[in-house]
């Protein structure tokens, strides 16, 4: 899903070991990995744009990544 330019939300059901790309979306873009077997959330800091970012998410299974534009 994505409001382009301002918040992306990724999904990786077999676990969050992916390369973001965000080249064209300048700025940066404040980053939090959420578990949905646990609920919990995990800040990941912040990314910078136009470039692409390789992200591992901190713990192991199904795994949604949301950035937000800051």
Do not use: C
């Not at 969050?16 to 077997?37: K, M, T, V």
């Amino acid at each position: 899903l994505a409001n382009p330019g301002r918040e992306y939300l990724f999904f990786f059901p077999a676990g969050g070991h992916e390369g973001i790309d965000l080249w064209g979306q300048p700025g940066r873009y404040s980053a939090e990995w959420f578990e949905p077997a646990t609920g919990k959330s995990y800040d990941n800091g912040v990314l910078e744009g136009d470039r692409r970012h390789a992200l591992s998410a901190p713990f192991a299974g199904m795994s949604l990544l949301y950035l937000r534009r800051s």
